[in-house]
């Protein structure tokens, strides 16, 4: 079965920033924003004072409505001030809605890590660098503290002038191995906001070995640093590295390299915010999501125009199911960020999700206007109308994608996998076939193409051999994708091997019980093999399981033609 769903294979392109998810842990009962408790098949109690506002607090948090969690959750501990539960959640609701009250709150919490740290930007930004560091070193490390506390102590020895001692804190952690690239980093960022110049280019060269590979904030030091020592093709080179090898990020290179003549990181508050989003990145590297979107507004509470972090951000609330959420926090970014147009765009789709495709495609109109030789918004507005399912408009946005690269690569493969889809859709199969040819020319084993281009091939009836060769290829690669799995043994069944198929789909059913087409495939194949009792239980389960609107009647059809079959209904009967 192939991967139909544009969101999802609009993800295989254009994600310029990690999927993370939000606030798990505050998503617990279901109850009305009025603060009414909704148990489902009860009747529906009012539930007032404190424990309302407390229940309305943690669905609103669950929403993703940080603001109107921040105002009941505070207001419940108004009302009672010794409620450490309703203490713990609004001192997370107002530091991810990026609340003054958080501070007064972190002062009432003197032995929560997350406190001390929201105290310590609060010195910070006072420029209490000595009472900073004194609350660091007096943090127990351990958990993530143990990566953050070294960074940050040595950024307020710098806030505090003291150059010589934020050296001292980093080197030993520059001399080991372990995170030695982002030590190196910092360490060189601090040389370089205090003007030692030979200090800062053998940290920064140091953190180029050891990085693992370049990101966007690691980019823009760099190129920062070389262009200000005058090292302009230098830069050229790695924000051409950067371009090739970051998707959708590519529209923005050329605005990031036009600021890149100012500092990176300008003063000590900066690099602590820049600690902060490290930090981030190492959670989520380890699936810790939550705790990473806490890092990222630790980071934008000192730098609200670290717009990477707004970006991130936004990941971690759409990943939730939290729209509204993921769209706001990308408000605040300027019309003059470099980043801005990978916001459009980020904007755009968040806006296609919540129903305003107009405005969605107005926002590309801009982008496309403002970067005229750039595929990308041509490429979303795609994404965008393949979803309304409008498929003729999707490939006209397509062809306009392509027609603005001019040597397509392997990183454009998604374009023309996408590009045929919507001509399969549209009913013009040689063409949908030659974009999913040539995408696999720019990339071989990408397992999506594999497993579109085979399973087309297998409905169809032709390429059987070489459609199975695919798949298994396919499997190879995600042996626990169900969709994939179905798709092998569709093409099993249909070169005749029951018991091999019936092996495979009874897998895949394994892997994705609720899908329909899976489902309907089983029964296929029980239904080919003589078990018709069991046959007719996987299609009437896959009616259940909302069906594409085409294969319905197809799945009555069987249950009919069984009925029939097995002497339960007159031939001439009709559903």
């Excluded at 501990?77 to 991810?96: E, I, Y």
């Excluded at 605005?255 to 990176?264: E, V």
């Excluded at 980043?339 to 926002?363: F, H, M, N, P």
């Excluded at 403002?370 to 003729?392: C, S, T, V, W």
Aim: charged share 25%.
């Amino acid at each position: 079965m192939p991967i139909l769903s544009p969101q999802a294979s609009r993800n295989l392109r254009r994600s310029v920033l990690l999927t993370l998810s939000l606030l798990s842990a505050c998503a617990a009962a279901d109850v009305t924003h009025s603060g009414q408790a909704m148990t489902p098949g009860a009747p529906e109690l009012a539930v007032t004072g404190a424990p309302g506002d407390y229940l309305a607090g943690r669905f609103a948090a669950s929403e993703g409505d940080l603001a109107k969690a921040s105002d009941l959750l505070l207001h419940g501990l108004h009302q009672d001030p010794g409620n450490s539960d309703m203490l713990q959640r609004a001192f997370m609701a107002t530091l991810l809605a990026g609340r003054p009250e958080v501070v007064d709150l972190a002062r009432l919490m003197q032995n929560n890590p997350t406190a001390q740290f929201v105290l310590v930007n609060d010195d910070a930004k006072g420029g209490r660098w000595s009472a900073a560091e004194s609350r660091l070193t007096g943090m127990v490390r351990q958990g993530a503290v143990q990566l953050l506390q070294p960074l940050l102590v040595a950024w307020v020895q710098q806030g505090a002038g003291h150059t010589d001692a934020a050296e001292a804190t980093l080197k030993p952690y520059v001399d080991s191995q372990r995170f030695r690239g982002i030590y190196a980093l910092h360490a060189a960022a601090i040389a370089d906001v205090a003007g030692r110049t030979v200090d800062a280019q053998r940290l920064y060269t140091i953190a180029t070995t050891d990085a693992g590979g370049l990101n966007l904030e690691l980019a823009r030091m760099l190129a920062s640093w070389d262009i200000r020592q005058g090292r302009e093709p230098e830069a050229e080179k790695i924000f051409a590295t950067l371009q090739d090898n970051s998707g959708e990020l590519g529209i923005a290179v050329p605005a990031l390299y036009k600021a890149a003549g100012q500092p990176a990181v300008r003063n000590a508050t900066d690099g602590m915010a820049e600690a902060y989003l490290a930090l981030a990145g190492a959670l989520r590297a380890q699936d810790q999501n939550d705790p990473a979107l806490v890092m990222l507004r630790l980071a934008l509470d000192l730098r609200p125009d670290l717009t990477v972090a707004r970006l991130l951000s936004s990941e971690i609330f759409d990943a939730n199911h939290q729209t509204d959420a993921a769209l706001s926090v990308l408000k605040p970014v300027a019309a003059n960020d470099p980043l801005v147009s990978v916001v459009r765009l980020r904007e755009a789709s968040l806006q296609a999700r919540l129903g305003d495709t107009d405005g969605a495609l107005k926002l590309l109109d801009m982008v496309a206007a403002a970067n005229p030789d750039r595929p990308e918004p041509y490429a979303m507005r795609g994404d965008i109308l393949r979803e309304q399912k409008r498929y003729a408009d999707a490939v006209a946005a397509y062809d306009m994608a392509v027609s603005k690269i001019a040597k397509p690569d392997r990183s454009n493969w998604p374009l023309f996998y996408e590009r045929g889809i919507s001509h399969e859709r549209a009913g013009d199969w040689p063409k949908a076939e030659a974009d999913f040819l040539h995408a696999l020319e720019l990339s071989p084993d990408e397992p999506d193409v594999l497993n579109y281009l085979a399973y087309s091939w297998t409905e169809q009836g032709k390429n059987l051999t070489r459609a199975r060769k695919m798949l298994e290829r396919a499997v190879e690669q995600r042996p626990n994708d169900g969709a994939i799995a179905d798709s092998l043994g569709w093409v099993v069944l249909r070169q005749g091997d029951q018991a091999g198929a019936l092996k495979i789909l009874e897998h895949a059913v394994e892997l994705d019980s609720t899908d329909s087409t899976v489902n309907g495939h089983l029964g296929d194949a029980y239904w080919a093999a003589g078990r018709k009792l069991e046959a007719q239980f996987q299609w009437r389960r896959a009616l259940t399981l909302t069906p594409e609107p085409e294969e319905v009647p197809k799945l009555q059809a069987k249950l009919l033609e069984s009925e029939t079959a097995l002497g339960n209904l007159p031939a001439k009967q009709t559903p």
